[in-house]
Every structure is written in structure tokens, then in C-alpha cells.
């Protein structure tokens, strides 16, 4: 099997269990960037240790791949310039003239600040073995069964400390619902929620569309809450006569980036109580701020309106698809049971893991350590635009992995064709635009979590390039 491996503006096509070996592998792969123009003359490659890391590899393979290819002439290595592809004759042969595209390319673009992903090179491999390793040595013989459809009873009980300590969320064992990330939890809440006879929920006029969808296909209608400076306007609410819920994202906004003011905090809170509504909250990167403290979960002003709901796919990996809901008491056996038809869910070894990764402190170093790196990383984009694109306004940028570029009115279309052209993938405000909304904005959502480490400079630069 072939994995293409996004690194430094190149995606090298390595096949990691072919007879050749990883090096061999990645001599080939390189070879074939260089040959196809993917790996321009003088680019500079990555070191040994960041492109090591990046692929997931031993360093002396890196090195020793290097090595050959600087021996065979296709790379070359110079103390203090580091490994360059070297300035060699154009093997391809000279191409026939082309009519003019109407469309950039179809290739992979080179690189992505598409928002909702961090940057997986990081994930902690070794840590996580550790704990995987300690987990699979205590584990019960229970959990090798069916178990709880809650989840596994030690994941909840480090979940419910771990959230009352963060997120200030009031949460004990019973209450908390292991699933397979946010949209696995929000498919049984619309579930639970049609049973509840609910027929609308309503949701914010920008957020992700797959989430309006999920709601859509549970037979919800989907009424938007307008949005301005102050977030979501939560006042409004009485106006939904039918509504039996609302979903926000009181913490940080998606993809705007608002907190929640307090007085709508509160405002729906008292909209919940008053109706018997319920409040779904996406604390989907509640661990990421980094100006101040952190904005406390709404649902510790009432735990028994308010459904939690939070992942570690911003924290460590989507990959793993392990998330949470910490629901109502008087909700949780009807959860519990529309989860327990379903197949799909995190596996006993893997929650296990997390509750000794979590246990063992292991989480809040990662965490910390990644917030200093997305906070380096914002830091950089802001200082950066402020030098090169000074007209461009950036906000959203107190928490999160994203921030929110605006943009002159009819610019956003155009601006992303321009980055595919310059081979890099954007998305627009309009991406995430409810069909009712009445505010109309031009921006890009920038996803600065994205790219490895080794991948930055060269996303930032491309995007430069195009705003300016």
C-alpha cells in the first residue's frame, strides 16, 4: 500500500511495507519529485530529524537516503545551506504548447491551510505506545466483551475529572457517553431528539455543514440564529416556536472565531429552562486559547439544559475517533440506548488508552506543548500579514487553530482561485454559510494547525503571495 506523505510542498509517495525498504522508498520517491518538477532546482530540503519526524521514520534513513542522492547527483549538501535539490538539466522532455486552462490544475495541491485538522506529525507516538502498552497490561478481561454502550467505565471516570478541571464542566461517570467523535454523537442526539418529538434545532448561520446535514437526515428542520460581533444571537430564540434545540459554539465560534457573549450565554440558558429545550455545546478546541483563561463550558450553568460535547480530534488526532457528550441524568438512559444499537464505536483498547494517557498527565503536556506551537505559529501569520498585507484585518485569533481574513467585498471567490493556481487549498467564509443567513461576509478561514512544522514557511509564503 502507498502512502503519499505531505511534507515540505511535496507529497512523496512512499510504499512503507515494499521489498525495497522505507530508504529506498523515499530515494524513489524523491527522485520522482525532482524528475516531475514537484522539487524545483535549489529548493531546500527539510533536515534529517524534521523530515524523520514528519514521515514517522528513523533519522538514519533520512540521512542515508540524502546521502545517496547527493552521491548520484540529484541533491546537493553544503555546510551551513543545508540539502538543496541540485541545479541540473530539465530531464523532462520539452512539452507541446497547451491552450490556456480555464481551471488551475487537478494535482494535490502543494500545500493546505484548510481549517479542522491539527498538525498530525505531532501526534505523541511514543508517549501513547507507553500508555497503549500499561492500558493493555491492567485491562480487565471485560473489556475484550461488548461492555457498556456508555463507554468503558475508566475512560469516564478520567473524562469526568479531566472536563471538571479544564472546562469547568459539571460531569460525573454516569452522565458521560464515549462516542466516535462529534458526529457520531450528534447522529444520537438527533436520533434522541426526534424521539423526543423535536422538530426543529436550531443552529448557528455559520458553522459546518456536514453537522446541518446529520440533523436534516434525522427529519430536523435547521432555522439559523443570526451572528455579529457578540456571537450568536441567543435572544432570538423565542422567536423559534418550534424549536427543541439549539447548537452552538459558545467557547469559539466556527468558523468565526466569537466567543459567546455572557448575556447571550445566559440569555440561552433561560430560553432552555423557560421551553424545556435543550442546548447542545461543540467545545470542539476548548483547550486551544491563549490570551487569557479560558472560556469555561456553558454547560456548567446548567448541566441538566445543556448537552457537552468534546473530541480528541483537535487535541491529539481525528484518527483515533474518540469523543464525548456529557448529557442531562434524565437524558442519559435514552443516549445510552439509542448507542447501544449501533456498531460504530470506539474500540475498549483504544479508550483505555486514553484514560492512561490521561491519567498519567501525559495529556495536559501535550496540550500544553501544543498550544505553545499553535500560538507561535498565529503569531507568526499575524506579524506576517501585518508587514506584507497590512490592509487585510485578522480576527478570531484569541483561541483555536484558525483565524478569519477578511476580505473586500467580492474578493473571496477570486482569491482562492488564486491560491489553487499558486498550489494552495483555501476555503472561504462562504463554505460554511447557512443558506438563511442575512449576513453575507467575504473572508478566508485559515487553518495555521495544519501543516507540519516543516510545511509552514512555505503555506505561509504561498498565501502571502496571493493577498499580495
Known sequence: MTDAWATFGADLHIDPTGSTGLRAGLMDALREAVRTGRLTPGTRLPSSRTLAADLGIARNTVADAYAELVAEGWLTARQGSGTRVARRADPRPPAAPEAPRAR??????????????????????????????????????????????????????????????ARGVYADPDRIIVCSGFVHGLMLLGKVLRGRRAREV???????????????????????????????????????????????????QFPTGVPLHPDRRAAAVDWARSTGGLILEDDYDGEFRYDRQPVGALQGLDPERVVYLGTASKSLAPGLRLGWMVVPRALAPAVAEAKG???????????????????????????????????????????????????IRVSGIAAGLHALLELPEGKEAEVIRAAAWQGLALEGLAFYRHPDADLKREALVIGYGTPTDSAWTGALEALLRVLT
Not at 481549517?115 to 478481561?141: H, I, M, V, Y
Not at 459546518?208 to 440533523?215: E, N, P, S, V
Open 104 to 165: 488551475p490544475p487537478r494535482s494535490a495541491p502543494a500545500y493546505s491551510l484548510k481549517s479542522g485538522t491539527p498538525d498530525l506529525a505531532t501526534f505523541p507516538r511514543a508517549e501513547w505506545l507507553k500508555a497503549a502498552r500499561r492500558a493493555l497490561s491492567a485491562a480487565p478481561n471485560d473489556a475484550f466483551g461488548y461492555g457498556d454502550p456508555r463507554g468503558r467505565i475508566e475512560l469516564r471516570t478520567v473524562l469526568a475529572e479531566y472536563l471538571a478541571r
Open 202 to 252: 436550531a443552529v448557528e448561520s455559520y458553522g459546518l455543514g456536514i453537522h446541518t446535514r446529520l440533523l436534516t437526515e434525522a427529519g430536523l428542520r435547521i432555522p439559523c440564529l443570526p451572528l455579529d460581533e457578540l456571537g450568536t444571537r441567543t435572544g432570538e430564540l423565542h422567536s423559534l416556536r418550534q424549536a427543541g434545540a439549539v447548537l452552538l459554539t459558545p467557547a469559539h
Open 341 to 391: 444499537a449501533s456498531d460504530w464505536a470506539p474500540g475498549a483498547l483504544d479508550q483505555l488508552t486514553l484514560a492512561e494517557f490521561m491519567a498519567s498527565g501525559a495529556y495536559d503536556r501535550h496540550v500544553r506543548s501544543m498550544r505553545l506551537r499553535y500560538r507561535n505559529r498565529r503569531d507568526q501569520l499575524v506579524a506576517a500579514l501585518a508587514e506584507r498585507a497590512p490592509e
